[in-house]
């Protein structure tokens, strides 16, 4: 092996397989303008494998992530053949040999049961193909075997077994990726359930009253009512997307006030301020009505004379801010830092630790609800959405 070949595997080791990719290409002239070192164009080849081998992996272990994948791999491995498979059968086979697919599961039994990497003659009747040996190493998550990588070669190879194990181990990474992407999924979507079902109770009777107290002294007011109570349900309630737009967000908000003017009439003023520019801006669904009925049990429950609540949202560089503040009773700081730490019932702050721990989720810790209050004060909520941010689409 040249003294190039053995730096990249010092380097890399641990952290890329370099090992295989290496030996399956040592005497290819490097790409580009042949500037830079051998070892220097090594490790672009096996960094960039390895970021087209990723993606399609962080989709979890399917037939069609295995398809994506098997070929990167092959190139990180310089073998003549690999396969992916898992509990139940070979997912994907890439390079010669493919008559070796049938057999392959057969000969996994033991590793796919103990877990243990596993080397073995393949065992071919066909005297023409080179595939006389093969090593398997288990794809593993938390300690339980998805399934195998395999790599085939005409010989024994030391250099290929630990290969094959470095990319073996860094594919498991990407499995677990995937596996913490889809358990994020399942609790926003779990959040997203709790949230709907924190949807007062009272807010839908009362707001169905207020429709009946219209029906007999202003037919097409009732009418109108009904419609808007309809939509913002049927907002509330849809079955698709973590995500949606600020536009349709503060659509559905406005739908919400209008049902709650209904019932109290004048005694709710709204002021709206909205930049055009940010209403196509994406953000978590169901984020912004929580806070707006906060404003409302906070503000107009709790006083006896005219209420006011302000939404805006307002371009902000990168960002769009959108505050949303009311004049009510305000709360204690040291009451709203228990809430926020999920020490105190839902009812005692309607969605604010919800919305605050998705944005954290989604847009990490420096974009949680920024909280202004005190008692007999108000409370006054600001939250910053970034204009872009990857996997996040309005739907």
Request: glycine share 10%.
């Amino acid at each position: 092996m040249s003294g190039a070949v053995l730096a990249v595997l010092i380097v890399l080791g641990p952290l890329l397989p370099a090992a295989g990719f290496l030996l399956g290409r040592r005497t290819r002239p490097a790409r580009g303008s042949g500037v830079g070192t051998p070892v220097e164009h090594a490790t672009f080849e096996t960094l960039h494998a390895a970021s087209l081998a990723a993606p399609p992996l962080r989709a979890g272990l399917t037939g069609e992530s295995a398809r994506k994948a098997a070929r990167r791999l092959r190139s990180l491995l310089g073998t003549d053949a690999l396969c992916l498979t898992d509990r139940e059968g070979v997912l994907a086979w890439d390079g010669i040999g493919e008559h070796h697919r049938a057999p392959a599961m057969e000969q996994l039994a033991a590793l796919l049961e103990t877990g243990r990497d596993q080397a073995f003659s393949s065992d071919c009747g066909d005297p023409d193909c080179p595939l006389r040996w093969a090593v398997a190493v288990p794809l593993t998550v938390d300690e339980r075997v998805l399934g195998a990588l395999v790599a085939y070669a005409p010989r024994e190879s030391a250099v290929l077994a630990r290969a094959t194990g470095e990319v073996a181990r860094w594919v498991s990474v990407q499995l677990e990726l995937a596996e913490l992407d889809r358990s994020r999924t399942r609790l926003i979507e779990a959040e997203i359930k709790a949230l709907r079902a924190q949807i007062s109770p009272h807010f839908i009777f009362n707001s169905l009253a207020a429709i009946a107290s219209f029906v007999r002294t202003d037919p097409e007011r009732a009418r109108e009512l009904l419609l808007e109570f309809a939509d913002f349900t049927r907002y509330s309630f849809r079955s698709h997307g973590d995500f949606t737009t600020l536009a349709d967000e503060l659509h559905s908000i406005d739908q919400y006030l209008a049902l709650v003017r209904a019932r109290f009439g004048d005694r709710l003023g709204v002021t709206l301020q909205v930049a055009p520019e940010v209403l196509p801006v994406a953000l978590p669904f169901l984020c912004l009505q929580p806070l707006v009925e906060n404003a409302v049990k906070h503000g107009i429950e709790g006083e006896a004379g005219r209420s006011r609540i302000t939404i805006s949202a307002l371009d902000a560089g990168a960002e769009a801010e959108v505050v949303v503040e009311d004049n009510g009773v305000g709360m204690e700081p040291e009451r709203l830092r228990r809430i926020l730490r999920g020490e105190v019932g839902p009812s005692s702050g309607i969605g604010l630790l919800n919305v605050d721990e998705r944005l954290r989720q989604v847009y990490g810790d420096d974009y949680g609800l920024v909280i202004e209050t005190a008692r007999g004060a108000g409370m006054k909520v600001t939250l910053r959405i970034p204009k872009y941010r990857a996997g996040v689409h309005g739907s």
